[in-house]
């Protein structure tokens, strides 16, 4: 069973702080990574995706990917009240399935 | 609106009844997904589509549960002999090959919530 592990949080930061989202997975066949946000009642959007070791980074959001770890991190600077949401990390493996995690809860404080 | 969009959002439905989904992506989008959604969990794998071709199909899923994309275009997902356990969201995502995205990019619809009762 390929397993993607996230820590449900929920995680609360200050206005303007660095929120810091954490994701483990277990298949080291897995091909590329993803974060998506999703509020409340609505279906996930796609924040970035990451398929190299290293940094990847789009406005306020920076993706890391360690593969020799089997880790992937989610780095939210500026954190605005609009960020608080479900940020849920995926991982598609080599037959194209997607596997999620349960979500972290993200609150942001004004 | 050219988003992926979900027919019925809402069904309610008594234990032992079949339900049908449907599913109409973004245009020319080839690959179509379906997942399931219940509460404080990620969506769950369903099956997915390459233009009409069921290609994967979770080892989990139920003979209860089949899905079918005729024409390349929309998708309909069916559950025959509905459980209390089927209550979740379905949700459907489409993605195409463009330059540099290699599929990656899912874009997910507004989702059917199915209450079994």
């Known amino acids: 069973q390929k397993e993607v592990e996230q820590n449900s949080g929920p995680l609360s930061v200050p206005e303007g702080a660095i929120a810091s989202l954490n994701c483990t997975y277990s298949?080291?066949?897995?091909?590329?990574f993803f974060w998506y946000r999703q509020y409340s009642g609505k279906s996930p959007e796609l924040i970035m995706f990451?398929?190299?070791?290293g940094d990847k980074e789009d406005g306020r959001f920076t993706a890391q990917l360690n593969k020799a770890s089997q880790y992937v991190s989610l780095l939210i600077r500026d954190s605005q009240p609009s960020d608080s949401a479900t940020y849920l990390c995926?991982?598609?493996?080599?037959?194209?399935?997607?596997?999620f995690g349960t979500g972290t809860s993200l609150t942001v404080i004004p | 609106d050219t988003g992926v969009s979900q027919d019925p959002r809402h069904k309610i439905t008594k234990r032992g009844q079949n339900v049908t989904f449907r599913c109409d992506p973004i245009?020319?989008?080839?690959?179509l997904y379906w997942y399931r959604q219940t509460l404080g969990q990620g969506p769950e794998f369903l099956t997915y589509?390459?233009?009409?071709?069921?290609?994967?199909k979770s080892r989990l899923l139920s003979d209860r549960f089949s899905a079918e994309r005729p024409k390349g275009s929309f998708s309909t997902l069916e559950i025959q002999r509905t459980e209390q356990g089927d209550s979740a969201m379905y949700l459907c995502?489409?993605?195409?090959?463009?330059?540099?995205?290699?599929?990656?990019?899912?874009?997910f619809g507004p989702g059917t919530r199915l209450t079994v009762l």
């Open positions: 995502a489409s993605s195409s090959r463009t330059s540099g995205t290699f599929y990656n990019e899912q874009f």
């Open positions: 298949d080291r066949g897995s091909q590329s």
């Open positions: 990451i398929y190299s070791n």
């Open positions: 995926a991982v598609r493996d080599t037959g194209n399935q997607f596997y």
């Open positions: 245009s020319e989008h080839n690959r």
């Open positions: 589509f390459q233009n009409e071709a069921q290609l994967e």
